[in-house]
């Protein structure tokens, strides 16, 4: 055997064997993910399960533009508790959204016992275009990133106020971020991206603070349970 037909047959097993550990590395990701997300799950004393399929019917989710529609939809890395007064959810999203297409994101999901909100969301223009009922706000700069629609422009208006709207920017200024609400829910998401497990605790607690503030604008009159 010739010396350049050695190299050859060496350089042939060495990409095998980079595409087998390849292969072997990211059929474990997701094993390696559930664990650790398990584990956070379990140092903020929330409740967690790998999949649920069913979350959308057990949590009486609103329809949004997060992509409830979709099919094959599945909620992953489940996890539930309390956090700061209100029902809160977390978790992988996953569905189908058209012919070799899959939509996937972190959502955070927050629940008032005593507020509603009307159905609406805000997004990064980009996301939401074309716009229906878009809602006017006097706040220029947001109104050059984000767009809020909803059918009950007077109540919106109300709820993302001047503070509301500061504190969005201050937070996601230059991210993708995207917010829906209806009935006694809130959810977030930054589409298309699914986060670190070290970054989910850090979302929840941001997120958390802008649900707060929406839910005390919110419509405290209608305090059915949720």
Not at 62 to 68: E, N
Not at 131 to 158: C, M, N, Q, T
Not at 180 to 205: C, D, H, N, V
Request: glycine share 6%.
């Amino acid at each position: 055997m010739t010396a350049g037909m050695t190299a050859s047959l060496v350089f042939f097993a060495l990409l095998v064997g980079f595409i087998v550990l390849g292969w072997i590395v990211s059929a474990g990701a997701p094993k390696r993910r559930t664990r650790a997300l398990e584990a956070v799950a379990a140092e903020m004393g929330f409740s967690f399960v790998a999949d649920k399929p069913n979350y959308v019917a057990d949590l009486q989710l609103p329809g949004a533009r997060l992509d409830w529609h979709g099919v094959n939809r599945t909620a992953r890395n489940f996890m539930e508790g309390t956090l700061s007064g209100m029902r809160t959810a977390i978790f992988d999203y996953f569905c189908d959204a058209g012919p070799r297409f899959c939509t996937f994101n972190t959502v955070a999901l927050f629940a008032s016992t005593q507020r509603r909100v009307p159905a609406f969301d805000l997004s990064r223009k980009l996301l939401l275009n074309p716009y229906s009922d878009l809602v006017e706000l006097s706040a220029p700069e947001f109104s050059k990133h984000f767009a809020l629609i909803g059918a009950d422009h007077d109540w919106l208006r109300r709820m993302f106020d001047r503070q509301v709207i500061d504190l969005i920017i201050s937070t996601y200024a230059r991210q993708n971020f995207q917010m829906s609400g209806g009935g006694p829910w809130l959810a977030f998401t930054i589409p298309q991206t699914r986060l670190k497990p070290e970054k989910w605790r850090g979302f929840l607690q941001d997120m958390s603070q802008i649900a707060i503030a929406v839910f005390e604008r919110a419509r405290a009159e209608d305090t059915a349970a949720a």
